[in-house]
């Protein structure tokens, strides 16, 4: 919606204030009345609209200090509330500083001025599942035996900053490699590499790791073994705690897993391929689900419901997190009926031209790979699933699967939010929160990011469409900023 001045953009690198050109051409009777034409605008009404008939807004408490602003965009500030025409938002180093409209909040002298009319200004998108060691290589054997000595330097810098150019900008790495990650991880926060803001579990903790991935899935032999692993990931340094095959272990060294982490306040993350899976980890108290499971069954067993819905009734608890990662089912027949589907030159960005060449030869038969072998199968599944996890009072999040065959960072995340919003009836503003709010909460930062809101972190994108009837407008990003900085 136009405020009534020109549509600028402030050049890149510009010192010159641009601040000055919009809080000038506003007289302060026209800053009072600019709210009120944008209302009238809004109801769409021949009636006269003046002073008595709409209360003007209350002026927003100046800032005195701030380097970047966005201003001009709607707000969807992922708090859920009716979204702001006309916003401004002001930030100071990596920090917002200030939320208000054209008008109402003024931007200080010698800021820089991004425009962002015509667009919505949204929180930085987070994927609550990826794999950072993974770029979508269709064998995996092949790829744990040559990009080891890849990871740290090329392959997990690649896929978090693919993610970040995707206006992700945050991710939750649900098992991998430790040391790599971690250190990947502060080079990012320090910021000596661009890329999505890392939280992760290292590896996985399961009964017995499969040959040759001893490194990023860790086996567990007894409860003292498993309490010390926690330990070891935990002193390190890692957010949460992955289990995974937890039918398969004892129900000491799985309760001893889950109190260890508790006790250290990391969130325990489980699998959910199988009923027992899910029925252990709710016994123990394990927050948070992966994926929709259950293979071809038609959906989840009465029991399982059950103590689902016994679980999520207790609100004391807190929210019990669940990250289906369904889109990746959902549409590989069309990904794999798509010959052009693998000749984006986004899914291999910051990739050596050798590792492109390996990943795309490995891609060439969708259908003759072991990954998908029954997902046709489970298809038909999907929705009276994904029906059953949104009514059970669970809090779903948005999550991938990233870097899994064919399945690219970055480029994931918003088809994940498009496919449960036009193929699951998921409401656009939840699928936002989903992907903003909700993870924020879940990985205990909230006070820190999540939102657009005054003394959180400055991750933000714009979009050009609205999101809340346009869901696909979020494949298409239009700016990014992380931690205060203008990084697209």
């Known amino acids: 919606m136009s405020t009534g001045y020109a549509n600028e953009q402030a050049p890149r690198g510009s010192t010159r204030s641009a601040a000055e050109r919009y809080n000038s051409r506003m007289t302060p009777f026209s800053r009072a009345l600019a709210p009120l034409a944008i209302v009238a605008a809004l109801i769409g009404s021949s009636a006269f609209v003046t002073p008595r008939s709409i209360s003007r807004p209350t002026a927003t408490p100046p800032v005195q200090r701030a380097t970047l602003a966005l201003v001009g965009g709607t707000l969807i500030d992922g708090n859920g509330g009716r979204p702001v025409p006309n916003s401004v938002v002001l930030i100071d180093g990596k920090t917002i500083v200030g ?6 909040l003024t931007v200080p002298t010698g800021v820089r001025v991004i425009s962002t009319e015509g667009q919505y ?66 080079r990012i926060n320090a910021g000596t590499l661009e890329g999505a803001t890392i939280y992760t579990t290292g590896p996985f903790l399961q009964h017995k790791p499969y040959p040759g991935t001893e490194r990023f899935r860790w086996g567990i032999s007894g409860v003292v073994d498993a309490r010390a692993k926690v330990k070891r990931l935990a002193d390190a340094g890692v957010d ?45 108290g394990a927050d948070d689900f992966e994926h929709t499971g259950m293979q071809t069954a038609p959906g989840y067993p009465e029991d399982v419901l059950s103590r689902l819905h016994e679980r999520t009734a207790q609100g004391a608890k807190g929210p019990l997190w669940w990250t289906p990662t369904i889109d990746v089912l959902t549409n590989y027949t069309r990904r794999r009926d798509d010959p052009e589907y693998l000749d984006n030159p986004r899914w291999y960005q910051y990739l050596p031209p050798e590792v492109v060449r390996d990943i795309r030869a490995s891609l060439q038969r969708l259908d003759t790979l072991a990954y998908y072998r ?86 933000i994108i714009t979009v050009r469409d609205n999101p809340l009837t346009t869901i696909e407008t979020l494949r298409d990003v239009q700016v990014v900023v992380k931690n205060g900085r203008l990084v697209r």
């Open 99 to 104: 939320v208000g409209q054209v008008g109402t």
């Open 240 to 284: 949460a705690i992955k289990l995974i095959d937890q039918d398969e272990m004892t129900m000491d060294e799985v309760r001893a897993i889950v109190d260890e982490a508790h006790a250290r306040k990391l969130p325990v993350v489980a699998h959910a391929h199988r009923p027992t899976e899910v029925r252990r980890g709710l016994e123990v």
């Open 374 to 459: 029954f997902v046709p199968d489970r298809g038909p599944t999907l929705q009276p699933k994904f029906r059953q996890l949104r009514t059970s009072g669970a809090r779903l999040l948005i999550g991938t699967d990233a870097g899994v065959p064919g399945n690219f960072h970055g480029y994931a995340t918003p088809e994940e939010m498009v496919t449960w919003v036009r193929q699951y009836a998921m409401d656009p503003m939840e699928t936002i929160r989903a992907a903003t709010y909700w993870p924020a909460l879940a990985m205990g930062v909230l006070d820190q990011v999540g939102t657009v809101s005054v003394g959180k972190a400055a991750d």
């Open 121 to 186: 200004v949204l929180p930085g998108l987070w994927d609550m599942h990826v794999h950072l060691m993974l770029v979508g290589h269709g064998n995996y054997a092949h790829w744990d035996s040559v990009s080891p000595p890849l990871w740290a330097s090329t392959i997990i810098p690649a896929a978090a900053k693919q993610s970040l150019m995707a206006g992700v900008t945050s991710v939750r790495d649900l098992g991998g490699p430790l040391e790599e990650l971690l250190d990947v991880k502060r």
